[in-house]
């Protein structure tokens, strides 16, 4: 080669080395212009020319240091030219390659491995071209060299012919027929049969016979082996098949053995569904029942790629229109990036016309997914649902459309999908025209004039379409009735007031009772929103509707309260946790409720253990004064008992108070459920200004407790003064 | 040869080393040429990203996410362990524990005593998945569920187990799943927020839920989790002022607008234009949420299906229903929070309750959302945030024992949006303890959800304090064995 043109093609060589190696440096930002993407597109042509220059140049660089060829000139001379255009010639399949794999579509497991085997076959051609003129650079070094870069090429080829042509391209006609559809498959020949050629036949098989068993053919498997036969049709707990996949992966009679490909859990189900359904030789998938489960995993089976991203032929719609005609009542929205496929959403049925739809027609080719829920739709909007030819999925959920609307909706050739749930179509309606539609795959008729049982028959004249029937009480299971609420804004009263118990759902009776009985739905007064209480009552109620079981009782507690202080304060102090609001806590009408989710400090409970509780009112008009009540919280389990003592100071100041009586609350004597109820007690009636209560937490819990002899906790959440 | 070196040094000279070099420095050119902000910091893995619509074709629009807070049981409702009943009282095996960490609740306890599930377990379905009598509803439905009992996580304590599940890291100030959902799927319906959340609680030892949890983090305010509670006002300060009328409220708005323009264009910060977005959807909010919140037209077979409660405001069956609504109104992420579940001791009796709970009204809403042809489109979620360990927590007795946190091995189960229904996936040891096939990192369970959402989690991303944040992490790998 000329010297001058020998010089350029080094120097080209040191730039292409550098750019590579910036290249790689920055591949993560490296953006490809489109103009120069062309040159990427050519690697598969120009890979060529550095497989067949370079595997050239090696082969006469292996044996380069043979005596005759170091004699030879030409010999040295040539390889140079032919190994530094080769290098040249891998570094711009390379660049161009980079380039090409910044392209989309390009991802996965096999293209590092190319790219780098790629990138090695260049940088050893590189490196290799200027290190074989020195001095270390012996015959092992120039047979290994040769060697590591002729399998290089090779390896880089091939990954780069998987990514081209997919993986088993070659052995791909010998090894693979053409997948059965689903609708001919047979489950036996195209399910099971699969299994067993691939992780059993390489054993059993007529050359080679482990265990006198063949899996080849139907007669065989019926036939077993040296142990028996190999299943008992329709029992797969005791075929020997089963049982040895099942033993552990250890045992010597585990099949497949230790070190074969192992049957995966899908493969195992359907062997065992198989066998379960009398292991029939002959069956079709599709004859099996349409939620059975070995036609829904042969099913999977039988296409176990991953659906493809679907694509659609028809050209995007402009963004500006869809800005233009996307509304707060109309939300417009491609199903993905790059896809040109629109879903349509209505919302408001307020602000719902026929024009809306109509508006639509500018990209009635792109909608796909149209959802009209609710909306108001008439038989007479169908013929502007119909325009989108393209529509997979409809929902047309509670509107008014009838069996003549759903006619006109059959000539919507893409249509998969459709809701008609709460509409008024009939059994006859889609009698007649559930044949006519091309595509449907599913259709949903909840809450329908379709009786289950004509639901049931439709979907028996037409199996490949699923037929969503949703739930519907047919009154062979009720179910109870959930307890009736009061609605008082509070239960504490000192006019008289009328008692408001109510129950959320519709045409329930209350029943109820006043005088601590049990209510039940004959004898009990039947609630009529007119009863009016005066004195502190327990009411107790139920609720009853016909075809629902009655509800648990719930007791609702009115407390009359005539006095309320004017100004309280406490004389002692409350246990940090159980402060409550303070001494305005007794009086703010806020009952505190038994709920092991809401601690009872945050749950209007005042609570005292080590003192007792000490309050003050103090009252600007005196009262006369017969009765005392605290409302408290009774837990034995946890140590919360009533108080052992109440006692009731009075005067007419804070410095004369005389003890006008003192309540001995019972105390609990085993262990009960929590208790939530009123302690106090009544006595000669007094006037006074001032009020001293004290209540005494016990002292020692009793014998029978867990923590005998220690203090009780007493809570407190409301006081009543009548 | 030496003379060799000598001609070497004298060819190899100073003009010849420039020119080579310019040669390197000039294919550096060439080749930044190709690097577009190379130099000025580089914002090219967002430039990509356009919020609101999916990298891929969806298979779920919508998520209704039913968690079950405080951690129920996976012993006494999905993963059937007859094990443990012939096990019962022994000592958990040394070695099935190995080095593992206890919480401090019983890391002191001196014995272990294995803990078998008191209630029984029965096969349902076409799948024939192990349910226990403890849900009844449930049970009726598994060929509509996929039941994964290899769950694990990272955590030991609800809050940041929560907090993991939900944002992706222990520690919280990160976005919430419903909240990178309504940053990468945006709006559907204009009138209601992406993302909503609702609470109720059981009679269970509860822990609690704050909002943190459906923060919007980092990204624009828009997409943080309203919470709607029960009550006459669902959504805080909704309602209209006394005195005031639509028509004044517009002004009002219109006018607060303009201001807002002003000082935006000032000071260009975007929490000012997302005010802005909020009160207008907080306008278009008043009337749509009244609409969405009535449940008095729901028709009988609807209240029988999810049970009376339904129509008591603030329960677990209410908050089922009102999720049915709002997700069926376009809301891309309904939030459940169901508090209770936190059994250390008196499971029996507690577990029943809360399982009572949620038992008809999940399944009632896979139900509804299937009669309506929205299962399909919208994935339904039912799992708490860690599991119970197989000993008991406290003394063992015949009917009475507790359970102590367990993060290696929990059972949730999930529904429609493009999961295989009918199946059980993975599966743990004889004593339940440890996964033993097929295990499900929480990452992995965030990577799936938003890969059925058409979200790549590697690339839905958004570059905060000079890092890139996924609501995956660093890790995540969709388990593609329970798609459909």
Redesign the interface.
Known sequence: MNKKFKDIAE?AL???T??IL??LL?ES?????VW?QPVGRMHPLFLHFPIVLLLLALGMEFFRFNPANTANTFYRIFLTNFWLIGALSAAVTVIMGIFLSKETGYEGETLPWHKWTGIAVFFLAAIGYWCRTMTWYQAPVAKGLALVTTLCVVLAGHYGSVLTHGDNFITGPILKSAPVPLEEAIVFNDVIQPIFEQKCVSCHNPDKLKGELMLTDAKSILKGGKTGKLFVAGQPEISLLLQRIHLPSEDKKHMPPIGKSQLNPQEIALLSLWIKAKADFTKKVIDLPL???LR?IAS?FLSPV?RE??TFDFAAADEETIQKLTT??R?I?????E?PAL?V?F??KTAFTTEKIKELKEIKEQVVFLNL?KMPVKDGDISQITAFENLQKL?L?FTDITGKGLKELTSLKQLK???I?GTKVTAKDLLAVVPNFKSLN?I?V??TGLTIEEIRQLQKAHPRIRF??????DGKNP????PP?VKNKSTVFNEPVLVQLAH???GVQIRFTTDGTEPDSIKSALFTNQTVIKASTNIRAKAYKEG?FGSDEVAFDFFKRTYVPDSVRLLLPLNRVHQAEGAKSFFDEKLGTF???SPAWANNWAGVRNNDLALMAEFKKPILLSSVELRIMEETETGIFPPEAIEVWGGNSPDQLKKIAVIKPSIPTKHRTHLLQAVGGKFKPQTVSYLKIVAKPLSKMPEWHGGKGKPALLLVDEMFFN | MEKEFLEHGLTFNRRRFLSTMSLGLGSVALGSLMIPNLLNGGEVDEAGFVPGIPHFAPKAKRVIYLFQNGAPSQFETFDYKPKLCEMVGQELPPSVRGMQRLTGMTANQASFPLAASFVDFKQYGQSGAWVSDLMPYTSKIVDDLCIVKSMYTEAINHDPALTFFQTGSQQGNRPSMGAWLSYGLGNENKNLPDFTVLLSRGIGNGQGVYSKLWSNGFLDSIHQGVQFSKGEDPVLYLRDPEGMDRAARREMLDNLSELNQLSYSEFGDPEIAAKVKQYEMAYRMQTAVPEVMDLSKEPDDIVKLYGPDCLVPGTYAANCLLARKLSENGVRFVQLYHQGWDQHGNLPFEITSQAKDVDQASAALVTDLKQRGLLDETLVIWGGEFGRTSYSQGKLTADNYGRDHHPRCFTIWMAGGGIKPGMVYGDTDEVGYNVSRNPVHVHDFQATVLHLLGLNHEKLIFKHLGRRYRLTDVSGKVVRDIIS
């Open positions: 120097q040191i730039v292409s550098i750019f910036f290249l920055f930002k490296l953006v490809v212009p120069l939620n059975d489960s829904l999977t991953e991203e679907e707060e009542f939300s929205a491609p199903l993905a990036r896809s879903a959403n919302f408001n829920a929902d959920n999908n459709l809701s749930s599913t949903v909840w809450n969503i029937e949703g739930f519907k009480d179910i109870k009735l959930n609420q959320p759902v519709k629902w709920n092991a989710n």
